[in-house]
């Protein structure tokens, strides 16, 4: 197909204003760009976080989204591993220098100069994107647009977040049962973990949905849980529960926290961190990551609990999102 010369595109001007609904221009791809007609883009708690001015430096105005399922239209020069009609998903890290200390050493997420979709690169809440191909992956045909696109954040992310704990023992908590926790949760039961998911306390609705994803047990998160954990990841932006999960984790285990933004983590006794606990984050992802991550949630027969929203409603999924009413992960479709 050929692409139209305007697209509708949901536009953030700045943080703490409402998306607005615009029309813009078709951008064209560059060297080793591809043009994508966008099929299907996830809302992720970052396009809250993003919204809410609680990332530093955005690029403004900007069109969010970084789950995003797309086809190709066209590509720039040196894209022939990507023809028009292939399907791709395209993540939140969008280039690297490759030059810098981190991306010579293997630790491409952490690139000085980094560039992310829906943050400093323009993203999927809109008809079209561009996106360097390097750094698009192709999606199992197995899984429809719509449940495959929070796989490009909350499933990248979440299994990033996995590989720090998967060595460690069977018990593994999850902390904050959202769209991440209900695909990790799947991955590692696949693989013979026992997860144990703690969520809000009082939170029935979203303990059963635990329970439905993989979960063995579902509890409050101030609950102790019925065994030792050997590792927990923390995916609710709450920096009180670091010192809650260090409590449940055994000595040597890990606590990982899973997300870009937390609130402030209180201070806390340091016996809960020795014995050689450890508290770490996870930062963006690699492509690695997600080369090892698509295959794998194949072949786990991953199932992605989606709403749909067309793509002019990206502010009410946001608001349900912040307000925690959505079961599973919205998805934006733009029609
Ligand atoms: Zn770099
Ligand atoms: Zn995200």
Redesign the pocket.
């Known amino acids: 197909m050929n692409a139209p010369a305007a697209m509708q595109a949901m536009v953030l001007d700045a943080p703490h204003r409402p998306l607005e609904l615009r029309s813009l221009p078709v951008p064209s791809p560059g060297p080793g760009e591809v043009l994508l007609k966008v099929r299907a883009c996830g809302v992720?708690?970052?396009?809250l976080h993003l919204v809410d001015g609680e990332l530093p430096e955005p690029r403004l105005p900007i069109i969010p989204g970084?789950?995003v399922i797309g086809e190709v239209v066209a590509g720039g020069e040196g894209t022939p591993q990507f023809p028009p009609g292939r399907r791709l998903g395209v993540p939140?890290l969008g280039w690297t220098c490759g030059e810098c200390e981190a991306c010579r050493s293997g630790r491409e997420n952490l690139c000085e100069r980094a560039r992310f979709h829906g943050y400093t690169l323009d993203g999927g809440y809109a008809q079209f994107l561009c996106a360097d191909a390097r750094y698009c992956f192709p999606i199992p045909p197995d899984i429809d647009d719509a449940h495959a696109a929070p796989l490009l954040?909350?499933g990248l992310?979440g299994f990033r977040s996995y590989r720090f704990c998967r060595d460690a023992g069977p018990a593994l908590g999850i902390y904050g049962f959202g769209a991440a926790a209900h695909i990790l949760a799947q991955i590692a039961a696949f693989e013979g973990k026992q997860v144990f998911a703690f969520t809000r306390p009082g939170d029935r609705a979203a303990q059963h949905f635990a329970r439905q994803h993989g979960a063995a047990w579902a509890g409050d998160a101030d609950e102790t849980p019925p065994r030792p954990l050997d590792a927990a990841i923390i995916f609710a932006p709450a920096g009180e529960l670091v010192p809650t999960a260090l409590a449940a984790v055994k000595p040597g285990g890990v606590v990982v926290c899973g997300g870009?933004h937390m609130s402030d983590i209180p201070s806390f006794p340091y016996r809960l961190l020795w014995q050689e606990r450890v508290v770490r984050s996870v930062a963006n992802l690699q492509r690695r990551d997600g080369e090892e991550f698509f295959p794998l949630a194949a072949r786990a027969g991953v199932r992605t609990e989606v709403e749909l929203f067309p793509l002019e409603e990206a502010n009410l999924a946001l608001d349900r999102l912040r307000a925690g009413r959505l079961s599973g992960a919205a998805v934006l479709l733009p029609g």
């Open positions: 992720c708690r970052t396009d970084h789950e939140w954040c909350a992310i870009i």
